[in-house]
């Protein structure tokens, strides 16, 4: 079985940006909590996932590279509105950073991600590092596609 150990935190800052990104467009064809089924296209490729209920900072997670004209025909079936973004790997300390700038309705939103080993992994934090929200259901993909950043506030 595939497991993810995962952090998330906000992002403050600029510095960040010092690596190129790239755009991924990724929609969801299951958001129930017990298991997400995602679907992801960047660039030329594309991969479904399904992942299972967090569990503090681990969960179930089975990825699958998928035919890109798959994939976009799967794009189209998503339920909600797709999560556009920017990703840019960041390397800090030895680790690299997955700092994702949303787009469209959830602009305004950077989130950085790191990928651990054990779930009491050290790290060193990179300066840009803000709030920790890895338990914070509202950002995760999959609630961005319901509930978009940008109508926090309503």
């Known amino acids: 079985m595939g497991i993810e150990i995962e952090r998330k935190f906000l992002v403050v800052g600029e510095d960040w940006k010092q690596t190129p990104g790239q755009r991924y467009s990724q929609g969801y064809l299951n958001r129930d909590p017990a298991r997400t089924v995602r679907v992801r296209v960047v660039g ?5 996932t399904i992942k299972g209920r967090n569990q503090g900072t681990t969960r179930a997670e089975f990825e ?25 790997l ?3 300390a030895g680790m690299s950073w997955e700092v994702d700038e949303f787009l469209g309705e959830n602009t305004g939103l950077v989130v ?38 940008t109508l926090w506030g309503e």
């Open 64 to 88: 699958y590279e998928i035919p890109l004209a798959d994939g976009q025909q799967l794009l189209g079936l998503c339920e909600g509105p797709l999560i556009d973004k920017i990703r840019r």
């Open 44 to 48: 030329g490729q594309a991969w479904l």
């Open 112 to 149: 950085a991600e790191i990928e651990l080993s054990t779930a009491d992994q050290a790290f060193e934090a990179p300066p840009w590092l803000g709030a920790e929200v890895t338990e914070d259901a509202r950002y995760f993909n999959s609630q961005l596609a319901n509930k978009p950043f």
């Open 90 to 92: 960041v390397p800090h």
